[in-house]
Nanobody, 113 residues
Framework: QVQLVESGGGLVQPGGSLRLSCAAS????????MSWYRQAPGKERELVAT????????TYADSVKGRFTISRDNAKKTVYLQMNSLKPEDTAVYYC??????WGQGTQVTVSS
């Protein structure tokens, strides 16, 4: 019954911006920290950002710090990832995650000119 559904991916030019959304259902969303991971071809899945249940504390990978912002709207049961100043190396499938147990199907982000 637990579902995480990502959206908002697509093709963007270097330096551009994109906002990803993850709609959650089937569990007490506000009680859990949420994370975004990404995986590029030939590479392991890596943690991008995490936000606590009430949204009070956020953490980021060094590679995205200062460029990406994770946020959540518990009333809408949705977590977001705002991505600015995108680089080609940000190209990957981005996954929404809860407790490293529940995963979305992923949304493709391609940064290319």
């Amino acid at each position: 019954q637990v579902q995480l559904v990502e959206s908002g991916g697509g093709l963007v030019q270097p330096g551009g911006s994109l906002r990803l959304s993850c709609a959650a259902s089937g569990f007490a969303f506000s009680s859990y920290a949420m994370s975004w991971y990404r995986q590029a071809p030939g590479k392991e899945r890596e943690l991008v950002a995490t936000i606590t249940g009430a949204g009070g504390v956020t953490t980021y990978a060094d590679s995205v710090k200062g460029r990406f912002t994770i946020s959540r709207d518990n009333a809408k049961k949705t977590v977001y990832l705002q991505m600015n100043s995108l680089k080609p190396e940000d190209t990957a499938v981005y996954y929404c995650n809860c407790r490293r147990i529940y995963w979305g199907q992923g949304t493709q982000v391609t940064v290319s000119s």
